[in-house]
């Protein structure tokens, strides 16, 4: 069974960091274009980073030059830097698949207040 279980996630100040870490119980890992997928109060849940199995990375417009994603293949484990936080951050961070499939993990949150 898939699984994603999300970390990380805490209140920080604008202009801050964190860095989140999702492990996913999942075959073939190293072969599975990973990404993360934020979720605002009353919007809907949009992808912000992804990882290809190439290590080729893109990003959402609004966290280009402050998030980086990264990965362990050898810890199934999917990583988001993000730095220069902005109140508009505010969200709760799922990882999963790209295109995304099986359940959503419980993801964490993220509170970007002074």
């Known amino acids: 069974q898939v699984q994603f279980v999300e970390s990380g996630g805490g209140l920080v100040q604008p202009g801050g960091s964190l860095r989140l870490s999702c492990a996913a119980s999942?075959?073939?890992?190293?072969?599975?274009?990973m990404g993360w997928y934020r979720q605002a109060p009353g919007k809907e849940r949009e992808l912000v980073a992804a990882?290809?199995?190439?290590?080729?990375?893109s990003y959402a417009d609004s966290v280009k030059g402050r998030f980086t994603i990264s990965r362990d293949n050898a810890k199934s484990t999917v990583y988001l830097q993000m730095n220069s936080l902005k109140p508009e951050d505010t969200a709760v961070y799922y990882c999963?698949?790209?295109?995304?499939?099986?359940?959503w993990g419980q993801g964490t949150q993220v509170t970007v207040s002074s």
């Open positions: 999963n698949a790209i295109p995304y499939f099986g359940d």
């Open positions: 999942l075959s073939a890992f190293s072969d599975t274009a």
């Open positions: 990882i290809p199995s190439t290590s080729r990375t």
